[in-house]
């Protein structure tokens, strides 16, 4: 079930647009957003599954997207047309159209912040949802799909032969929830397709 967001609030319901990944995870970034319009009314959120090390994607991605891309801050607008990149060493909530930063609940060992983030927007996002898993090891996000495609969202995997490191989309695509499994450039412009149908 949707959120229901408070009255004195303008309501949001362009698509989220989730891409999850982390080892090999750039160059899966740099081929998906090369080939995405600057103007699809969506958002692109990046969640880069690294724990501790500081992340360096909003300088290097705005040389690759016409769209301005925005490390995250507690309590930013969400916006549609706009890259947004998680902070390390944080996870990633939405509530009331804004993005949430708490610290990070699992500290050690391999984190779950996709996961985290993909069960928050199920809950408090009205748009469509469109989650994307590419290159990165372990199989963070896998256990947020089933929640996805029950609030009647769009699943994709990149393909692994196309991943640096396929252990993430492999996890996904055996979670039984994936809806496509494409390279990069093809799931750009799926989404595109996606974002068109709205």
Not at 39 to 53: D, E, F, K, Q, S
Not at 185 to 195: D, G, L, T
Request: net charge negative; glycine share 8%.
């Amino acid at each position: 079930m949707k959120a229901i967001i408070n009255s004195n609030e303008s309501i949001k319901d362009f698509p989220i647009v989730c891409v999850g990944g982390s080892a090999g995870g750039l160059d899966a970034y740099i081929r998906l957003l090369k080939n995405l319009p600057s103007n699809m009314g969506v958002a692109i959120v990046i969640v880069n599954h690294l724990r501790i090390v500081a992340t360096l994607l909003h300088e290097i991605l705005p040389q690759y997207t016409d769209m301005p891309v925005n490390l995250i801050t507690d309590k930013l607008d969400i916006n549609p047309n706009n890259v947004y990149i998680i902070p390390a060493k944080r996870d990633l909530h939405v509530l009331n159209n804004e993005f949430i930063l708490k610290p990070i609940s699992k500290p050690r060992g391999w984190s779950d912040v996709i996961t985290v983030f993909l069960k928050s927007v199920t809950k408090h996002w009205n748009g469509k949802l469109i989650a994307v898993i590419v290159s990165g090891y372990d199989g963070d996000g896998a256990e947020a799909l089933s929640g996805i495609k029950e609030v009647g969202g769009i699943t994709i995997a990149q393909k692994p032969e196309t991943a640096i490191q396929p252990d993430m989309p492999e996890s996904a695509i055996a979670s039984g929830y994936i809806d496509y499994v494409l390279s990069p450039e093809n799931i750009a412009h799926e989404i595109e397709r996606i974002a068109n149908l709205n």
